[in-house]
């Protein structure tokens, strides 16, 4: 599908764009497989919690890589998927299936419990003004595919079946740790923390797991070798293969990726096709911890969702979507409140700069996009998406001698990577009141207290026509609980959220 913006998009850029390839360890220049066109495929959440912000700033770094390649006039198809089954509480296989054990937790079915949890995904990805995947595919509506992958490794001597599942042979990929670029003794030692001893080597891992005989999983299926589940790797080969063809450009995801879960996904996959490589550019994104340098995990509990720590606190998810960008994507990022207030001003004093744009702003004059600023722009997310310098850039725009059309026009430009939101900045909702959004994320909390914030201005205006200035005051302070700091102005009341 094309996107909204390629479809006025002649060409590519003429900018070249580099990214930092873990394969290589190198920022290199990104050359796609066919011209102006990119597939890419980023691994998507395990199910069985909601997202924690750890995990979408991964999202939201993916999301900046695929508009940034549309900025620079790519047709992007992205796939990702939703484990929905095989995540098992150790990455090596070891351990109970993360969804079932949630599903027995909250007393609900391994179905309902992916369902729910893939719903609050999605909920999020609209509320962070993530662009939706070209496709997002389920691990369990593609056990087929799956299966004849295990076949074909089977057919071509990569496997071996042990008491509770069939392995794929580790020792049979000469370059398995070419990724991680560990040597295949420190990989080894690393997977041997919790032996299986049925593995032939320790790096070995599971292609599909069986159903124990005692007990009867809610998720199973017939296969050649047993009823059971597939493994947690084979899904993202086989789907990958699957939507974008066993050769394509690029593959996301977090760091934790590097070492067990993207190398076995390679070696799977290059056995499977005979060809390599099977994906050119892997990019990963840098952890956010929780404070004290801890990566931020669903399985420690220790962890902060977007509702929780944002809409239901009537903060714009939107604040978290910018406070990404204030670390490079391949540095660690630290949360605590400290950043977040920091984030915070800094998002509300952007916004409060725009909207004065938009006030001196001459409607009858629609503005150009200024090409040496869309450059700069253009430059620094090109430079392995330099978030921290396109802001910055954003910033001097703001304070540069350009008349307020062409700044505006710039930045709804930029705004393409940004993904901010910035055109909906201030919405006059009716005469005599101008209203700051900030923006208006699409969710049924924030509306509503927009909704309920609009009614009590509503009454306010006609409590000060009456000059009832106490009940007036009483309603701003209403307002103020909503969040929203009044200001009455010679041409109405102005909200802006505190
Ligand atoms: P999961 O739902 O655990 O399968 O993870 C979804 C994505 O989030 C994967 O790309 C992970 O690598 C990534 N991820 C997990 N924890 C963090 C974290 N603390 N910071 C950034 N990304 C993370
Ligand atoms: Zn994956």
Redesign the pocket.
């Known amino acids: 599908m094309i996107s909204f913006f390629n479809f006025f998009k002649k060409d590519t850029s003429s900018l070249p764009i580099f990214l930092f390839n873990t394969m290589t360890r190198k920022k290199e220049r990104f050359i796609p497989i066919k011209k102006n066109s990119v597939k890419m495929y ?6 069985y919690n909601y ?2 912000i ?6 939201i770094f993916e999301d900046v890589l695929k508009r940034a390649l549309e900025y620079n006039g790519y047709q992007v198809n992205h796939v990702m998927n939703i ?1 929905d089954v095989g ?1 098992l509480t150790n990455d090596r296989d070891m351990g109970e299936e993360k969804i079932e054990k949630e599903a027995k937790k909250e007393g609900k079915t391994a179905w309902q419990i992916a369902e729910f949890y893939t719903e609050a995904f999605k909920n999020d990805l609209k509320n962070l003004n993530i662009v939706f995947p070209t496709t997002l595919c389920k691990a369990t509506d593609n056990i087929k595919e799956q299966i004849e992958m295990i076949k074909t490794l089977e057919k071509k001597g990569y496997v071996y079946k042990t008491s509770d599942g069939v392995y794929f042979d580790t020792s049979k990929v000469e370059d398995y740790a070419k990724l991680s670029h560990q040597n295949i003794e420190e990989l080894k030692e690393g997977a041997r923390i919790e032996a299986n001893t049925e593995k032939r080597n320790p790096t070995d891992f599971a292609l599909w797991k069986f159903s124990k005989t005692s007990e009867q999983r809610q998720m199973e299926w017939p296969s050649p070798w047993g009823v059971g589940f597939p493994g947690w790797h084979i899904e993202c080969s086989a789907m990958s293969m699957k939507y974008l063809g066993d050769h394509f450009d690029i593959h ?6 590097i070492n067990i ?1 993207h190398t076995n996904e390679i070696a799977q996959s290059e056995a499977t096709t005979g060809k390599k490589p099977w994906v050119n550019y892997w990019l ?6 929780v404070s004290g340098g801890e ?4 399985s420690s509990g220790n ?1 902060l969702t977007l509702n929780n720590s944002f809409i239901d606190k009537g903060i714009d998810p939107l604040v978290y979507r910018f406070s990404t960008f204030m670390t490079h994507y391949r540095k660690p ?1 630290e949360w605590s409140y400290d950043i977040l207030a920091n984030a915070k001003n800094g998002f509300d004093s952007l916004m409060e700069k725009i909207s004065k744009l938009t006030e001196t702003h001459n409607s009858t004059h629609t503005g150009q996009i200024l090409t040496n600023w869309k450059d700069k722009f253009t430059i620094a997310i090109n430079d392995d998406l330099n978030m921290p310098q396109a802001l910055a850039t954003l910033n001097e725009l703001l304070k540069a001698d350009e008349t307020p059309e062409d700044k505006m026009a710039t930045i709804l430009d930029f705004d393409r990577v940004l993904g901010l939101n910035l055109h909906k900045i201030k919405v006059p909702v009716n005469k005599g009141y101008i209203v700051f959004y900030g923006n208006t994320p699409n969710t049924e909390i924030v509306n509503l207290i927009e909704q309920r914030t609009i009614a009590l201005l509503k009454e306010r205006e006609l409590t000060r026509k009456n000059k009832d200035w106490k009940k007036s005051d009483e309603l701003r302070d209403k307002i103020k609980e909503l969040g929203f700091d009044v200001k009455d102005t010679p041409s109405g009341q102005e909200i802006k959220r505190i």
Do not use: Y
């Open positions: 980023t691994c998507g959440p395990t199910v997202p924690h750890g995990n979408l700033r991964t999202f484990t995540h996301c995801g977090g760091i934790d990726a879960h990963h994104g840098a952890f956010l911890n990566k931020m995990a669903k962890f990022m």
